[in-house]
């Protein structure tokens, strides 16, 4: 799957696994973010560290958090972003979940490696 280009060669087949899982379904996940370099990161951090500031965090200009630059699983290849219909929100969770990736009840649309900081520490 395309959309998935940049996720680390060895996670993205698990990834395109539980799209496949979905697509079986008739579920289309629409992949919102995978790799980010450091300035992509840095923008969004900040966002995010702004509208927590502002208390506009979770709303709907904001609705999920941001790790700073250098803590994201997402500038190593190893977390995806994908958003599905609101009906199978918890559906796709669990899917991702069942695959073997870690899904955080705050960030729904974020799949990473599970203990990904001891890889790339
Ligand atoms: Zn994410």
Request: glycine share 6%.
């Amino acid at each position: 799957m395309i959309a998935l280009r940049g996720l680390h060669s060895q996670l993205r087949p698990y990834a395109e696994y539980a799209h496949a899982i979905a697509q079986h379904f008739g579920v289309t996940p629409r992949v919102a973010s995978v790799r980010r370099n450091w300035n992509e990161q840095q923008v969004l951090y900040e966002r995010y560290v702004r509208a927590v500031q502002q208390g506009r965090f979770p709303s709907p200009s904001q609705p999920y958090p941001a790790n700073a630059p250098g803590d994201s699983a997402h500038q190593f290849g190893l977390a995806w972003d994908s958003q599905v219909a609101p009906e199978y929100r918890q559906w796709w969770k669990d899917v991702r979940r069942w695959v073997g990736f870690t899904v955080y009840d705050h960030d729904a649309p974020h799949a990473e490696l599970p203990g990904w900081r001891a890889v790339v520490m």
